[in-house]
């Protein structure tokens, strides 16, 4: 059956050669496109938890209510005793307190309205990597008046290592709050939302400027399996019931929904563009098998005459798809693992799109990168196989259901 098959396949080489290409190129468009939309969804997701939610939050009561508007006063007093609960979890890997507020950076008569993160120095390594970010000069040290500030927004204010600029904020009380602090580190995430419109300070300074002794508006929570941020979240939400009743709540990632409910829209739209992709490239073959099955009726007649039962007969049509899936759906592989393996390493650069959106809030770096998975590749090979298959099953149960004598009347 197989040397059948097999010279079935070169009985009419170009259209076994275009049949071939359409899959081969089939399984290519699947498998960059899957790449690079994993890549893209878990670097948004990667940001999203780095610089948003964590994997679980601690958060004021009343803070939830109003986050949008970053409300100083629903803090977290006396938040040490707080971290410790929450730290205290077998699941954490990681508890920090952080302030997040809104400010007006002034310099040389040019202001633009940020936000900053009052931070732990020793410990955001661990949460946003931002000593990985640094691109001029050092990052910022605990107790001193310093800060790390984004590259897109030292560019839109003129700003360098070295300069002193002010910020002026609205404190806890509601007071107006100034300080001056000098430049010491840029940083650059490759997130146009993030590197023009952050800056980081030492925690400590940050409560100064905004008049929160020992207060923070949240704790960041890393635990060591993100899948079980919620079972975490509602242990620790136990534990602070029992000491602070009703006073904070904790939420995890998921929480964070619009972001969440996007990225599951987006695989699921994908993946049915992955399959549709293969489903259309599929009919090359089904067209393929059914010109066979109709040059070969004949052929077909006089193999049943000689004792070649339906199922055979099937078998050398389904053979014969195989052979041509197989490899074509290998030589899309080898393919489509290269477009995956430059997007992986080079990416699309978006930057200069990003730019010009202006107000562009979504936590996304302007350079798309694919992720480089053999387990991709893999499916995406079987996939082209797979599809292959089903669509010669018509034309193979055509051929198997002729009659002899009905098919050697063919001419």
């Not at 090359?284 to 193999?303: H, P, S």
């Not at 490899?327 to 799109?353: E, K, N, P, Q, R």
Request: glycine share 8%; proline share 3%; net charge positive.
């Amino acid at each position: 059956m197989f040397k059948i098959a097999l010279r079935n396949i070169f009985r009419n080489k170009r259209r076994s050669i275009l049949t071939g290409l359409s899959i081969a190129v089939a399984v290519m468009i699947a498998i960059y496109m899957w790449s690079l939309v994993e890549g893209i969804m878990d670097n948004l997701f990667d940001n999203t938890i780095r610089m948003t939610s964590g994997h679980v939050r601690v958060l004021n009561t009343n803070y939830v209510k109003r986050e949008k508007m970053l409300p100083l006063e629903a803090n977290i007093q006396d938040y040490k005793p707080v971290e410790k609960i929450a730290a205290a979890n077998p699941d954490v890997t990681l508890a920090a307190g952080r302030i997040k507020f809104g400010v007006l950076l002034d310099y040389k008569g040019n202001n633009k309205p940020v936000f900053g993160t009052g931070i732990i120095p020793g410990l955001e390594g661990k949460i946003s990597r931002l000593d990985q970010k640094i691109v001029s000069g050092r990052m910022i040290e605990p107790g001193k008046e310093e800060i790390n500030i984004g590259a897109n927004l030292a560019n839109d204010l003129g700003l360098k290592v070295g300069d002193t600029l002010t910020v002026v904020t609205q404190t806890a009380y509601g007071s107006l709050g100034a300080m001056n602090l000098k430049i010491v580190g840029v940083f650059s995430f490759g997130v146009v939302s993030i590197d023009k419109t952050t800056f980081f300070m030492p925690l400590s300074k940050a409560q100064q400027l905004l008049d929160l002794e020992d207060a923070v508006t949240e704790i960041f929570v890393f635990v060591k399996d993100m899948d079980k941020a919620p079972k975490v979240a509602q242990e620790i939400q136990n534990n602070l019931n029992q000491i602070y009743p009703d006073q904070y709540v904790t939420r995890t990632w998921r929480d964070v929904g619009f972001y969440w409910a996007y990225m599951r829209l987006a695989k699921g739209t994908y993946a049915v563009i992955y399959f549709l992709v293969l489903f259309l490239a599929s009919f090359t073959i089904l067209n393929t098998m059914y010109m066979a099955v109709l040059e070969r009726t004949k052929e077909i007649g006089m193999m049943k005459a000689l004792g070649l039962k339906d199922g055979q007969v099937m078998g050398v049509i389904l053979l014969e798809a195989t052979l041509v899936g197989g490899i074509a759906s290998f030589i899309g592989a080898i393919w489509g693992s290269g477009v995956a393996y430059y997007l992986t390493v080079v990416g699309i650069d978006f930057t200069a799109t990003f730019e010009t959106m202006g107000n562009f809030n979504f936590p996304i770096s302007s350079i798309y990168r694919a992720i480089f998975s053999w387990g991709i590749i893999f499916f995406g090979f079987c996939m082209g196989i797979l599809f292959s298959i089903m669509a010669a099953i018509p034309p193979s149960l055509r051929a198997s259901k002729m009659e002899p004598t009905e098919a050697l009347r063919e001419i």
